[in-house]
C-alpha cells in the first residue's frame, strides 16, 4: 500500500476547512482514507502528524517466527471439526439426478485441493480463494460459498479450490498455492481459455496479491468480495479503534494486557455510556470517529456501530494472535505513529479534553515492530499497490468492521495514483456482517464480471472516494437483494426500483 499518511483526509475536511471540495490534482477528495495529493492535518492551530506534542511512539516488540507441522484433512470429504469427516466431495447432478460434472481433489505441494469441471466445460475456470480461518493446524479445502459453486458448473465454468498451505493470516501460502494449483489444473483438465479469481476476506488479499504478480500464471478477472484490499491498513483500523475507545474513556490498556476484554473493554465501554446504557458524549464521538475511520458517513452506519460494539470483535481481534499474524509477522504491523484523527469532523474545532489536550495530542502513539512492515517481496504482509491489468469488480458490504468498507476506498485511491481505475468497478450492498451477501449477490457479482472480460461491457458500479455520493440514503441499493434477513433490518429499505 504506497498511500499510507496521512489516512484520514476527507472531502467534508477539505470543505470545512476552506480547501475546497477538490485536491489539487482535480480528484474528489477521498470519503474515508488518504489521498496523496493533499498535504495532511489543515486546521488552523491543528498540529502536523508527529507533532512534539504528541505522545512518544512506542515500538511493538519483535516476536519469533516460526512454522507449524499441519496436517491436512481429506479434500474427498468436507471437514468437520468434531468428527473430522463430512459430506463426500461428489459430482453435481441436474434436476432428474443426472450428472453434470466431474470431480478430483488431492493434496499438492502442501496444501488439499478441489477442482470440479462441468461435462459441458467451456473452457473457462474459476480458482476460489477462502477467508482467514484461524489458527488451527488443520488445513482444509471446501467448495465456493454462496452455492457459487452451482453457478459455475450451470454455466459451464470449471473451478478450482484450496486449503492453502497454511492457515493464520499467511497471504504468501495462499497465493503460491493458488499458482500452484492453477499449473495443476492445467496438466489435469488442460490450459484453461480465461482464468478468474472470486473469493473472501483474507482471499480477496490473496486475489489483489495474485493481480501483481509474474510468475507464470496470467489471470483474466477478478472478483474479491470483502476483500482486504488496503493490506496492512486493516490492521491500523484495528490498532485506531481501541486506542480511540481508550483515549476518550480514559482507560489505560496499553500495551494490551492479558486481561483486556475481560477487565478494561468493560471499564472502557462503562465510561462511555450513561448508567441506562446509550453512548454518552465521549461514546458519540467515538461512534463518529469510528464511522469515519471505517469508511465515512454512509447509509445504517450508527446501526453498524451498534451492532460491531455489542459483539466485542475488534476489541478481541487485538488481543489475541493478533489478527492470525502470530508466527507470520516479527511482530505487529499496526501503526497509528503519524496519524492525524478526523475529530474535526466530528467536533467543530476538534475534540479537545479538559486539560485543553486536543485528540491527537492525548492518544498513544504505536509503531510497528521491526521489519514487521517491510514492503516488497520479503513482506510478511504483502502490500497491494492496484497494479492490476485485467477487470476487477469487487463488492463490500456497508457496516462491515471485520474488514471495513474503507478497504475499497485505499484500493480506489491506489488505483487511481496507478491510473487502473478503468480496471475497477465497486459496489456496496447494505448490510453490516462481515461478508454477508445473498447467492444472487455474489452470482450477479460473477456474470457481470464475466460479461465485461468476454463482451468489454463494462458493468455498473458506484463511486466509493465521493464522501457526498456514499453518505447518500440510498447508497447501495442498486446492488443489494431486497431480503430482510441478518443485519439488513438495520438498513431503510431502498426505494422499489433501486437507485
Not at 27 to 35: M, Y
Not at 216 to 226: F, L, Q, R, T
Not at 400 to 414: G, H, K, L, N, R
Request: charged content about 20%; aromatic content about 10%.
Amino acid at each position: 500500500m504506497s498511500l499510507h499518511r496521512n489516512r484520514f483526509l476527507h472531502l467534508a475536511a477539505a470543505t470545512c476547512l476552506g480547501l475546497g471540495a477538490v485536491v489539487a490534482t482535480g480528484t474528489p477528495a477521498l470519503a474515508g482514507p488518504p489521498g496523496s495529493a493533499q498535504p495532511p492535518g489543515g486546521a488552523e492551530e491543528h498540529p502536523p502528524p508527529g507533532s512534539e506534542d504528541w505522545q512518544p511512539v512506542q515500538e511493538s516488540p519483535s516476536e519469533p517466527l516460526y512454522d507449524v507441522d499441519w496436517a491436512i484433512a481429506d479434500p474427498r470429504y468436507d471437514y468437520d471439526p468434531a468428527t473430522g469427516r463430512g459430506a463426500e466431495f461428489m459430482p453435481l447432478t441436474d434436476q432428474t439426478g443426472v450428472l453434470i460434472s466431474r470431480v478430483l481433489y488431492g493434496v499438492h505441494r502442501g496444501a488439499a485441493y478441489r477442482i470440479e469441471v462441468p461435462l459441458d466445460w467451456n473452457g473457462d475456470v474459476v480458482f476460489w480463494e477462502h477467508g482467514y480461518r484461524g489458527t488451527g493446524t488443520t488445513l482444509y479445502v471446501s467448495d465456493p460459498s454462496y452455492d457459487l459453486r452451482r453457478t459455475y458448473v450451470e454455466n459451464g465454468y470449471a473451478w478450482a479450490a484450496s486449503s492453502y498451505s497454511a492457515n493464520r493470516y499467511d497471504i504468501e501460502a495462499g497465493v503460491r498455492s493458488t499458482e500452484a494449483l492453477a499449473k495443476l489444473f492445467d496438466r489435469l483438465v488442460g490450459r484453461a481459455d480465461q482464468r478468474y479469481l472470486q473469493g473472501v476476506s483474507m482471499g480477496g488479499h490473496v486475489i489483489g496479491v495474485l493481480l501483481e504478480r509474474n510468475r507464470g500464471v496470467e489471470w483474466d478477472g477478478a472478483a474479491p468480495m470483502c476483500g482486504v484490499m488496503g493490506d496492512v491498513e486493516l490492521y491500523d483500523f484495528f490498532l485506531d479503534y481501541n486506542l480511540l475507545a481508550q483515549t476518550l474513556a480514559e482507560v489505560d490498556a496499553y500495551p494490551f494486557p492479558e486481561d483486556y476484554l475481560t477487565e478494561a473493554v468493560p471499564d472502557i465501554k462503562a465510561a462511555l455510556r450513561t448508567p441506562q446504557g446509550t453512548l454518552n458524549e465521549r461514546g458519540a464521538v467515538f461512534r463518529d470517529l469510528v464511522t469515519e475511520i471505517s469508511g465515512g458517513p454512509r447509509p445504517g452506519d450508527d446501526a453498524a456501530f451498534g451492532f460491531w460494539e455489542a459483539e466485542n470483535f475488534v476489541y478481541g481481534v487485538v488481543a489475541t494472535e493478533p489478527g492470525g499474524l502470530d508466527g507470520v509477522a516479527p511482530g505487529a504491523v499496526w501503526t497509528n505513529a503519524d496519524t492525524d484523527y478526523p475529530d474535526e469532523l466530528v467536533v467543530a474545532g476538534g475534540f479537545v479534553f479538559a486539560d485543553g489536550e486536543s485528540l491527537d495530542e492525548r492518544v498513544e502513539r504505536v509503531a510497528p515492530a521491526p521489519q514487521a512492515r517491510r514492503t516488497g517481496p520479503s513482506a510478511s504482509v504483502p502490500d497491494i499497490r492496484a497494479s492490476f491489468d485485467v477487470p476487477v469488480l469487487s463488492v463490500h458490504t456497508l457496516g462491515d468492521y471485520f474488514v471495513p468498507f474503507s478497504m475499497e476506498q485505499y484500493y480506489a485511491a491506489e488505483a487511481a495514483e496507478q491510473g487502473t481505475s478503468d480496471l475497477l468497478v465497486q459496489r456496496a450492498v447494505r448490510a453490516a456482517g462481515h461478508c454477508e451477501f445473498t447467492p444472487e449477490e455474489a452470482e450477479a457479482q460473477f456474470l457481470d464480471l464475466v460479461q465485461w472480460v468476454e463482451e468489454d461491457e463494462r458493468p455498473a458500479g458506484q463511486p466509493v472516494l465521493d464522501r457526498d455520493v456514499v453518505a447518500s440514503p440510498d447508497y447501495g441499493c442498486a446492488f443489494t437483494t431486497p431480503v430482510r434477513t441478518g443485519t439488513r433490518v438495520l438498513y431503510s429499505t431502498c426505494p422499489a426500483t433501486g437507485s
